[in-house]
């Protein structure tokens, strides 16, 4: 059974860093591409982008020069860093594997990072 | 503002059916047998339901079915249940290559 946990720091400062982990339990890890979706309050679901074990990554293009993602698939550790932040990357930050056909069939459950002073 | 198109509201008695649609362009959802759709309850994560236009994961009821039509995709939920009540959201490929865009998501009321 598959099974991703996401864990970090619940409040970040403008302009600071987030950086998220989730832990991933999949003994078929390196064979999958691995990604990063969010959630603002009360809103929809953006794609942020996904990583592949060989350290192949793809980023969303509005997020793409702020964004960090990288896969330690003996570890099973996946791992975010989104920088200067702002207001506007407050959202619940999910953790999902990715499928060929650009779906997603397994979530963490999800943790929610607010950006405040 | 979301890339695709979902009402924001869609309701049903239970038994009932109802239909939900995705409308995107040429370049999402008309351009690619891409097309998924997530069910999401308050406070949970999504949960897939449909993906590549009609296939449904192992465990997702027949209840559920999607299908495209041009650059519009649908789902239908039949035999309403008091379960189905939630958010859902459909995906497709497009906008960029790799890029998995969404819909603003569709709250479905089980009256």
């Known amino acids: 059974q598959v099974q991703l946990q996401e864990s970090g720091p619940g409040l970040v400062k403008p302009s600071e860093t987030l950086s998220l982990t989730c832990s991933v339990s999949d003994f078929s890890i390196a064979s999958y591409y691995w990604s990063w979706l969010r959630q603002p309050p009360g809103k929809g679901l953006q794609y942020i982008g996904r990583v592949y074990a060989s350290g192949t990554t793809f980023y969303n293009p509005s997020l793409q020069s702020r964004v960090t993602m990288s896969l330690d698939a003996s570890g099973g550790l996946l791992s975010l860093r989104l920088s200067a932040v702002t207001a506007a990357d407050t959202a619940v930050y999910f953790c999902a594997r990715s499928r060929p056909a650009y779906f997603f069939d397994y979530w963490g459950q999800g943790v929610l990072v607010s950006v405040a002073s | 503002q979301s890339a695709l198109t979902q009402p924001p509201s869609a309701s049903g008695s239970p038994g009932q059916s109802v239909t939900i649609s995705c409308t995107g362009t040429s370049g999402d959802v008309g351009g690619y ?72 998501g569709t709250k479905l009321t089980v009256l």
């Open chain 2, 33 to 104: 047998e891409y097309v998924s759709w997530y069910q999401q309850h308050p406070d949970k994560a999504p949960k897939l339901i449909i993906y590549e236009v009609t296939k449904r994961p192992s465990g997702v009821p027949d209840r559920f079915s999607g299908s495209k039509s041009g650059n519009t995709a649908s789902l239908t939920v039949s035999g309403l249940q008091d379960e189905d009540e939630g958010d859902y959201y459909c995906s497709s490929h497009g906008g960029a290559k790799n890029l998995v865009v969404f819909g603003g």
